[in-house]
């Protein structure tokens, strides 16, 4: 059996949070794959050249969910690895926990079919995959403290 060839790939992507008469929400949008079937996850991509982390951040959630965002602060990162043809990649994606201020939900690109906003409550069973889930419960500890923006007062809904 042939080896396969080993590689890295960075991405970087966002915890878009909101604050909703119910508590915090945040962003997830479903997407069809081949080998998946359906998935839903958080918006991230690759850099485009010459980006630095927190401006491929900032270009994917906007391209993938419609919505202008801005970074509250860099939060975790998590590591998989996956097969894609003969080579098996080690990816990091890095996080930014984010609050929208603009844009519109409906203007998501083409790699989301479907793009909306949930409850932390609901993460557990709506997110595909593992690494996910137990990111989004770690943001969920963070959205609730009083320094984060919106929290302590729940200051109205903003776009989505």
């Given at each position: 059996?042939?080896?396969?060839?080993?590689?890295?790939?960075?991405?970087?992507?966002?915890?878009?949070?909101?604050?909703?008469?119910?508590?915090?929400?945040?962003?997830?949008?479903?997407?069809?794959?081949?080998?998946?079937?359906?998935?839903?996850?958080?918006?991230?991509?690759?850099?485009?050249?010459?980006?630095?982390?927190?401006?491929?951040?900032?270009?994917?959630?906007?391209?993938?969910?419609?919505?202008e965002v801005?970074?509250?602060?860099?939060?975790?990162?998590?590591?998989?690895?996956?097969?894609?043809?003969?080579?098996?990649?080690?990816?990091?994606?890095?996080?930014?926990?984010?609050?929208?201020?603009?844009?519109d939900l409906?203007?998501h690109d083409?790699?989301?079919?479907?793009?909306?906003?949930?409850?932390?409550?609901?993460?557990?069973?709506?997110?595909?995959?593992?690494?996910?889930?137990?990111?989004?419960?770690?943001?969920?500890?963070?959205?609730?403290?009083?320094?984060?923006?919106?929290?302590?007062?729940?200051?109205?809904?903003?776009?989505?």
């Amino acid at each position: 059996m042939a080896r396969l060839r080993q590689a890295t790939a960075t991405s970087a992507g966002g915890i878009v949070i909101r604050f909703a008469g119910d508590g915090p929400q945040f962003v997830v949008g479903r997407r069809r794959r081949e080998r998946d079937g359906v998935t839903w996850t958080l918006p991230k991509g690759t850099p485009d050249k010459g980006e630095v982390t927190e401006e491929t951040a900032l270009r994917e959630v906007r391209e993938e969910t419609g919505l202008e965002v801005r970074i509250v602060r860099p939060f975790d990162s998590i590591h998989y690895t996956f097969n894609q043809g003969r080579t098996r990649i080690s990816k990091t994606v890095h996080y930014f926990l984010m609050v929208p201020t603009g844009g519109d939900l409906e203007r998501h690109d083409h790699e989301f079919d479907e793009v909306r906003w949930i409850g932390f409550d609901e993460a557990a069973k709506l997110l595909t995959f593992e690494t996910e889930r137990a990111l989004v419960a770690r943001a969920a500890a963070v959205a609730t403290e009083d320094s984060f923006p919106g929290a302590a007062g729940l200051e109205g809904s903003p776009p989505g």
